[in-house]
């Protein structure tokens, strides 16, 4: 799970994820740092050239008290006006970099969400089924509100503070040596006391996130099982479990704020402190006349440049901390390995037959659900798979379909291995009406032209008449324009699953794949899509999973599969005189109708 997930973030690591951030937006990212470097160069000109008009207004009431002449005006104004003029340009460039980075911000966001739902759709399914839902929710939601925390509010003026504090201390080197000295001392014992703080804030910050995505794996599933929850009357239950759960995130949370907060007191003494050693030498080396008092007032006005952005960013840490911690967690889910599809060997033609050879699979490697299974179909053919629920029905049909690869055995259309073919080629092959009948959050209309992406509008009501759905959709007031919900909810069940037949039927496809197509419609109705089906069963392959035995009479080959494989085979009046499992069932069902 990733809510679990450890968060070791070493230098290292920290840097390789800068680094990808960056490498995102290029040019953008090095136009906004010339943007702050300039604009910092400014900030750092201005206040020696302010040092030097102190010293000219000085040595000139000097003069005037001891009447030897006047304050030099002419040089006075030409420089307040150059020290106003880099304020302007200053500002300027800093506008220009508070423009840019909320765009290269807004831009990073933008691709990073692109590639992550592109990464879900690239996912091999078993990674998918191992993957929390609520989990890749979370990425989209907390992790990149934390990423565009860290970016607006603190990524930016990391970067910024840095070129600062590096600019003031060359400066500050220059003008006195030692006093530069003892300062580096200082803020760098605080930082020594602020890291080992941040380690504890880190613990604090890793849990809270744990339980946060939790939480939103929670409310993800109390908001779809509404239905459930409430016929069950699990209210109660539900809510207790998500305020224990929100309560434990305020709890994490809240620590890691506090300790995160003792950050900013303590950088806050040490530039105080920072101050008074100034002082103390500065008058010193005034006394010893190896310093101007107009030298001691610009070098403090340099270690007030030195300490804000210090100060600044102890105040960031947390976010930063935050930030890194979500950029680590969206880049690790975009490195998962995605489905293989190395060929590029287009499966152009189906004419033969389709093998399974001695398959075996297993979701988990501990349990084989198909084990050695051996299946010969030709082309044409009908064949139908019954068997008890679990028995791995729709496994194999995923199987065929590469959702899922293989452990042992071969799976071949006319000779071929099918892991020889590009998957979407193979896919191509075949039309399905799955046992989940799934419908996007569009109109009927586009729900059905999914199966056939270039299918005319005529074409679309033609399907739809042949899956008996056309006259409930004219029902609707917008008839085929009705928009559906993403689960589909206006509509019923059985309603469901007969556009996803009408979607089959007009995807044309030569193989096709009906997982309980029937299960979910009444008697009339299904003697009415079983018409249809026939029909559009007509020289095509086609795998027909089904509970109720009467609509697989005439399948040319009946698989009864169990927990241990396949039980019977052959067709219907073979199993029959069988007299085995399909017989019984066949008979009890008939009982009960
Ligand atoms: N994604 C999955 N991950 C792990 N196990 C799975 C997964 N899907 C199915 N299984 C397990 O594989 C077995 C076979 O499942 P399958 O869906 O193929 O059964 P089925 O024959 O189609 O059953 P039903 O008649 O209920 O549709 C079951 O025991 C099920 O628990
Ligand atoms: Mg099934």
Known sequence: MMGSQENKLGLRKINKIIFRLMRMHTAAFIFTGICAILSIICAV???????????????????????????????????????????????VFSYLYE???????????????????????????????????????????NEMDFLREAFVSSFSKLTSSLITVIFTLVVMLTINISMTGVIILVVLLTLVVILILQRFSKRYFNKQIAVQTTATEQIEEIFSGQEVIRSLNYEEQALEEFIGNVGEWNNQEWKFKFISATNYPIMDLSSNLGYVLVAIIGGILVIQGAMSVGRILTFIEYLKNFNTPL??????????????????????????????????????SFNDEIKFENVSFGYTEDKKIIDNFNLTVKKGEKISIIGETGSGKTTLIKLLMRLYDIDSGEITIDGVNINEYDKHSLRSFMGMVLQESWLFSDTIEENIRYGNLDASDDEIITASKQANTDDFIRKFPDGYKTLLNEAGDSLSQGQRQLLTIARAIISQKEILVLDEATSNVDTRTELLIQQSLDKLMENKTSFIIAHRLSTIRNADKIIVLGRGGVIEQGNHEELLAKKGYYYNTLNSQNENS
């Open 45 to 91: 000109i201005a206040p020696i050239l302010l040092g030097d008009a102190i010293n000219i207004v000085i040595e000139g009431s000097a003069r005037i008290i001891d009447h030897s002449g006047t304050i030099d005006f002419p040089k006075l104004y030409y420089t307040l006006f150059i020290i106003g003029t880099l304020y302007f340009i200053g500002n």
């Open 99 to 141: 423009y840019y980075t909320s765009k290269v911000t807004t831009d990073i966001l933008y691709t990073l969400r692109e590639r992550i739902i592109t990464k879900i759709l690239s996912l091999p399914m078993s990674s998918i089924d191992e993957k929390e839902k609520g989990s890749v929710i979370s990425l989209f939601s």
């Open 311 to 348: 100060k600044d960013v102890t105040k960031l840490l947390p976010q930063l901390q935050a930030g890194m911690v979500a950029a680590d967690r969206i880049f690790t889910f975009l490195e998962m390995e995605e489905e293989e599809n190395p060929s590029g060997k287009e499966l152009k």
